[in-house]
Structure formats: structure tokens, C-alpha cells
């Protein structure tokens, strides 16, 4: 199983190019199964996760064609099943997200119940009330969710209890082949259901509003194929621009949207770094300071993202003074605390969902282990900032979403080697 072998102690300095956002590129690739035309998706990232869902759709009897820019084409004119199997599913929660775009089209779609990350319990009830809104007929037996509408979806209202990104994603898909016109309240705002929006248009459908808590989609009888660019990854740029400012660092990073980080940025900027942008780059430049500590409280988007918690969470622990770090959107993400403090950090859980961190000047290098994907990048921030020697375990949660982090990380001057022992 790969490790990461991390020589603490430097300074990140450098400049890195920002991958395709994962989180858009999951939904837009199940988004293809609504059409029957051949769909061109640039700039996705090269993850685990996406080969995960790319496997998922040869599985269903799509044709995925790969070229070597990582531009993605996908056709599926027909399926060989409409069943997405518990082995792929029960890896990765965002497999679930082929069940709205195959029962729009298909009128069926039997998804095993999801896996996932290990961060609490994270149930698809939203989605499945979506689905049943639009006239899906539901059922769950030995582990499969099971859905049919054998005459198609109709237009509906659907309230959703709680914001949740995925159900709203996963409604969307279902809405824009249905009969009459869907509005969607309370959905997610993030930016990745922008671009879901705008991919879903770039095929012919009419999805308005997505971006603010209101999403009205006007049924169309038919997709066709497109040609569509992901969007930059902003969690990955945010974990990069933590990662710097930990370690008193100097980053530029380019192919990414600022304006998509403004919560993140802020805190940065309250922790002392120096942050100028442009229209697509960032740079972050701590002058060789150590951060001041802030409080973070996660929230739905615009505010403080649940995916950058854990690494601020870590920077906060190599900060000067003292802070709160507030978890609202998962339980049980607090993983990463016990780890760190296996450096030498000094965080204390006060409950499930609230962490307080005294900072400490030094860390000290010990063995890690990974739990979930963006804890375990917090772990690697650690290990970049404590002296000697640290060797992460189970990065297999890493490469889920972080493209070729160690050659990143040495495009910044870190010592960092994966190695297999
Ligand atoms: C997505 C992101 C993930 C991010 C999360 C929150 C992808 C592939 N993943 O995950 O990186 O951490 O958004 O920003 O985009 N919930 C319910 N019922 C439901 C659905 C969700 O109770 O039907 C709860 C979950 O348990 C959780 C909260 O709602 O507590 C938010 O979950 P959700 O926004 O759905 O997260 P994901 O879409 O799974």
C-alpha cells in the first residue's frame, strides 16, 4: 500500500497549475447518460475517484474514450444495465449521482446504497424524495435503491429539508428530460452545481437559477452531445494555499478562480498572509511568518467549505495563539485530530463538532495514518511543517482527489517520495 515520505521543515515556494474540480467533473460525467450523442469533457482530472466513475459507466455499457490530454468522450448510445453494482458504488458516495440521469432517460435505475468517505452517516434521502416528487415510484431492498417511472418524470416542486449538493445535483439530472417545468428550493449554491448547470445547458436543456437557492428547470424531450470545460478545482487551490501559509510559504496558483474562494481567502488574509489576485491565479505570500490563529465555522457555500477544515484545521495547530474550529455539515470529521497531535500539536475536542486548538511553534515527525480524502491532505500539511521524517499511511484516500500530489508538493520544494514498503 503507498505511503507518502515527507522531509519536514521547509518552506513551500513556488508556482503549480490548479486540475479540474473533481467535485464537478463526478456529477458531469454521470450528467453524459442523458444523451445518446457523443460528449466531449476537457480539463478532468487525472483522480482515482473519476476512474472510478469512469468504470462505473463502462460498466453500465457506456463507451469512454480516453486521449492523452485527459480529455474524456464518452457516447452511450445504449446501456448494457440499468444496475450501478455495490462494488463501485460502496467506494465512492458520488456514484449514486447515475441514478437521476438514467432514470430520466431510462425511466429505471437500481443503484446500490453509497459508500464513501467515513464521515459520518451520510444517507440519500434527499435525493430519493426529489426523485419520488417528480413521480418515481421508490423502493429499497437488499441494499439497492430502486427506481421507476415507467411514463417518464413530471415537473414538480420539490423542497428540499436540508442543502445538500449531491441531491441537488442528482435532481437536477432527473428534472431536465421531465415532462413540465421543476423548481427546486433550498438547493446547494456551490459552484459546482453552476457548472453541472451550464453542462446540462451546453446539451440543450433549460436550467435556470442554479447558483442560488432556487433552480427552475423546464423539461426538454431530448440532449445532445457537447463539448465542455470542467472548472478549476477550488478545493484543491485552497488546500495548496493552507499548505503554503503552514509552512510560512510563498505560492502562485494559476488556472483557478478566485472568486470562488472568497470565505477561504478571508480567513487566510485574518491569518496573516498577504494574498493578491487576478483572474485566474492566486498568490498567497506569508513573508516567512508564522499564522496567527482564526476561527473557522464550516458552512454550505458561500461559506467556510466542510472539504477545507481539516487543512486549516492544521495550520491552525502551527499558529500563534488560540482557536475554534466548528464542523456543521458532517459528524464524525474530526479524524485528523488525533494525528496531529501525534506531531505534537496541542487540539482538543470539546464535543463531536467542535475542535480547540492551542498553536505550537514546532511539530515533530512521527508515523501517520490517512482516514478519509481531505483529512488525510491535513496530515500531509503537518508532516510538511514538523521536523524530520514522517511517513503518511493509506494515501490511497489522498489520490482520490489530489492529482499527482507529490509532484506538486516538489514543484513548491517539498521532499516528498511515495514509496510502496
Ligand atoms: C459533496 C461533495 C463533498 C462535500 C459535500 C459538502 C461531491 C462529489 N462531494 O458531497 O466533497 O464535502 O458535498 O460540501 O461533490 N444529507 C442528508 N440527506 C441526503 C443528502 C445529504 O441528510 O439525502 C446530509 C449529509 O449526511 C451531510 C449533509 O447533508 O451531513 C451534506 O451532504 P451533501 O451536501 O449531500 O454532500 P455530498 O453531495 O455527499
Known amino acids: 500500500m503507498d505511503k507518502l515520505l515527507i522531509n519536514g521543515g521547509r518552506r513551500l515556494d513556488g508556482r503549480l497549475r490548479i486540475s479540474g474540480a473533481k467535485n464537478a467533473a463526478l456529477p458531469i460525467l454521470s450528467a453524459t447518460l442523458l444523451t445518446d450523442q457523443p460528449v466531449v469533457i476537457a480539463n478532468t482530472p487525472h483522480l482515482h475517484d ?23 468522450e464518452v457516447t452511450s448510445r445504449k446501456l448494457k444495465q440499468l444496475r450501478a453494482p455495490y462494488d463501485l458504488v460502496k467506494t465512492m458516495r458520488a456514484s449514486f449521482l447515475v441514478m437521476g440521469p438514467m432514470l430520466a432517460r431510462f425511466g429505471e435505475a437500481e443503484v446500490s446504497l453509497p459508500g464513501g468517505c467515513a ?19 421508490i423502493t429499497v431492498e437488499n441494499g439497492y435503491v430502486r427506481a421507476q417511472a415507467p411514463n417518464g418524470l413530471t415537473g414538480a416542486e420539490v423542497i ?10 442528482n435532481v437536477m439530472m432527473a428534472a431536465v428530460l421531465a415532462d413540465g417545468k421543476t423548481v427546486l428550493k433550498n438547493a446547494a449554491r456551490e459552484p459546482e452545481i453552476i457548472d453541472l448547470g451550464n453542462f446540462l445547458n451546453s446539451m440543450g436543456a433549460q436550467v435556470s437559477g442554479h447558483g442560488t437557492e432556487t433552480i427552475e428547470i423546464e423539461g426538454v424531450t431530448e440532449l445532445r452531445g457537447c463539448e465542455y470545460s470542467v472548472m478549476a478545482d477550488r478545493i484543491e487551490t485552497g488546500t495548496y494555499l493552507i499548505a503554503a501559509a503552514a509552512t510560512r510559504g510563498h505560492v502562485r496558483l494559476e488556472h483557478t478562480d478566485p472568486t470562488l474562494l472568497e470565505a477561504v481567502l478571508e480567513r487566510l488574509r485574518v491569518a496573516g498572509a498577504d ?23 464550516t458552512q454550505p457555500y458561500p461559506g467556510f467549505p466542510t472539504d477545507m477544515q481539516a487543512q486549516f484545521l492544521a495550520m491552525n495547530a502551527v499558529s500563534v495563539g ?3 474550529v466548528t464542523e456543521t455539515i458532517f459528524e464524525n470529521r ?23 486548538v492551542r498553536g505550537v511553534e514546532q511539530l515533530h515527525a512521527a508515523p501517520l495514518m490517512a482516514t478519509d480524502l481531505r483529512a488525510s491532505f491535513s496530515l500531509v500539511i503537518a508532516a510538511l511543517v514538523a521536523e524530520g521524517r514522517t511517513l503518511v499511511d493509506r494515501i490511497y484516500h489522498i489520490d482520490r482527489g489530489y492529482e499527482t500530489i507529490e509532484e506538486k508538493l516538489a514543484l513548491l520544494g517539498a521532499d516528498v517520495q511515495r514509496v510502496s514498503r
Not at 462505473?56 to 469512454?64: A, E, F, I, S, T
Not at 428540499?160 to 445535483?169: I, Q, S
Not at 485566474?280 to 465555522?297: C, K, S, Y
Open 119 to 137: 464521515i459520518g452517516s451520510r444517507p440519500v434521502d434527499q435525493h430519493l424524495k426529489g426523485f419520488a416528487a417528480l413521480g418515481a415510484e
Open 322 to 324: 488560540e482557536c475554534r
Open 334 to 356: 474530526f479524524m485528523h485530530v488525533q494525528e496531529i497531535n501525534r506531531l505534537g500539536a496541542d487540539i482538543e475536542l470539546i464535543n463531536h463538532s467542535t475542535a480547540h
Open 50 to 72: 473519476v476512474t472510478t466513475m469512469i468504470e462505473l459507466l463502462g460498466c453500465l455499457g457506456v463507451d469512454v474514450v480516453i486521449d492523452e490530454k485527459l480529455k474524456v
Open 160 to 169: 428540499m429539508d436540508l442543502v445538500t449538493v449531491g441531491g441537488t445535483e
Open 275 to 297: 494574498i493578491e489576485t487576478g483572474e485566474n491565479w492566486i498568490e498567497l505570500d506569508m513573508h516567512g511568518e508564522r499564522p496567527r490563529a482564526v476561527d473557522i465555522e
